[in-house]
């Protein structure tokens, strides 16, 4: 058989999912430690809820902006963007020691996200900020992009992240929120976009041609209003997609 893998991850302690009924249908989860969202108490739940489903948890710091969910790129020195995402970082980790859980992976939200994608400034700042994490923690980047580049060559363990509810441009960035064609909601229209990145290492862009991408985890977005569909759809398709040799 030819079995297609796909690893579904979705962001947590944002106060938006419904994460009782998405968690058994992912494999991992990321939660907000602070930054854009969360609080000791909503880790904590988070937390709870993703070893009652068996999931690899993450943390999901962001540009320190509550007000703009952190979606808004901010002009802060190196130290103290630095010191805002290790912040993040060891919130959550205090809330996993006391569950004797280890950090699986750290994935970024929203504009730090995407300004490492494209910023060497930006990533190499990230990079120097976590540098203590980086034989123990994935990250969780997007492919051929500057930040996931720059940690390779610094020894750094990356997981290639593809979007599963988020169109694409013909450069691989995510279409803007503020374009109508940004979101992908049917479950049958996520399953094929996923399935073509999964089957063919590329993935077809607004514009409507092919560019190749990697993906060994695929994010769903809590705070998409067909998420619990897309991920319990995926989770059931998948296998009817897995042919003999």
Same mark, same amino acid.
């Given at each position: &058989?030819?079995?297609?893998?796909?690893?579904?991850?979705?962001?947590?302690?944002?106060? #938006? =999912? @419904?994460?009782?009924?998405?968690?058994?249908?992912?494999?991992?989860?990321?939660? /907000?430690?602070?930054?854009?969202?969360?609080?000791?108490?909503?880790?904590?739940?988070?937390?709870?809820?993703? !070893?009652?489903?068996?999931?690899?948890?993450?943390?999901?710091?962001?540009?320190?902006?509550?007000?703009?969910?952190g979606?808004?790129?901010?002009?802060?020195?190196?130290?103290?963007?630095?010191?805002?995402? !290790?912040?993040?970082?060891?919130?959550?980790?205090?809330?996993?020691?006391?569950?004797? %859980?280890?950090?699986?992976? %750290?994935?970024?939200?929203? /504009?730090?996200?995407? @300004? &490492? /994608?494209?910023?060497?400034?930006?990533?190499?700042?990230?990079?120097?900020? %976590?540098?203590?994490y980086?034989?123990?923690?994935?990250?969780?980047?997007?492919?051929?992009?500057?930040? =996931?580049? &720059?940690?390779?060559?610094?020894?750094?363990?990356?997981?290639?992240? =593809?979007?599963?509810?988020?169109?694409?441009?013909?450069?691989?960035?995510?279409?803007?929120?503020?374009?109508?064609?940004?979101?992908?909601?049917?479950?049958?229209?996520? !399953?094929?976009?996923?399935?073509? %990145?999964?089957?063919?290492?590329?993935?077809?862009t607004?514009?409507?041609?092919?560019q190749?991408?990697? =993906? @060994?985890t695929?994010?769903?977005?809590?705070?998409?209003?067909?998420?619990?569909?897309?991920?319990?759809? #995926?989770?059931? &398709?998948?296998?009817?997609?897995?042919?003999?040799?």
């Amino acid at each position: &058989m030819n079995n297609i893998q796909v690893e579904i991850n979705c962001d947590a302690g944002e106060g #938006i =999912a @419904d994460e009782k009924r998405i968690f058994p249908f992912i494999n991992s989860c990321s939660i /907000a430690c602070g930054g854009h969202a969360g609080s000791l108490s909503t880790m904590t739940k988070s937390v709870e809820l993703a !070893l009652k489903n068996n999931l690899k948890i993450g943390a999901h710091p962001s540009y320190p902006d509550k007000d703009n969910f952190g979606r808004v790129s901010m002009k802060l020195s190196p130290k103290n963007l630095q010191s805002s995402i !290790l912040h993040q970082l060891k919130n959550l980790e205090t809330v996993l020691g006391t569950k004797g %859980i280890k950090l699986h992976h %750290i994935k970024a939200h929203g /504009a730090l996200y995407n @300004d &490492m /994608a494209k910023d060497p400034t930006i990533a190499a700042v990230y990079l120097a900020g %976590i540098t203590e994490y980086r034989d123990s923690t994935f990250l969780y980047v997007p492919y051929n992009s500057v930040v =996931a580049n &720059m940690a390779l060559e610094q020894g750094f363990k990356i997981k290639y992240e =593809a979007f599963a509810d988020r169109n694409y441009n013909d450069d691989l960035s995510l279409v803007s929120r503020k374009h109508k064609n940004s979101l992908i909601l049917e479950p049958e229209k996520v !399953l094929d976009h996923v399935l073509q %990145i999964a089957k063919n290492k590329t993935v077809v862009t607004v514009e409507g041609t092919k560019q190749k991408l990697k =993906a @060994d985890t695929f994010c769903v977005h809590g705070d998409t209003k067909s998420a619990l569909e897309i991920v319990s759809y #995926i989770r059931q &398709m998948i296998p009817n997609h897995n042919t003999p040799n």
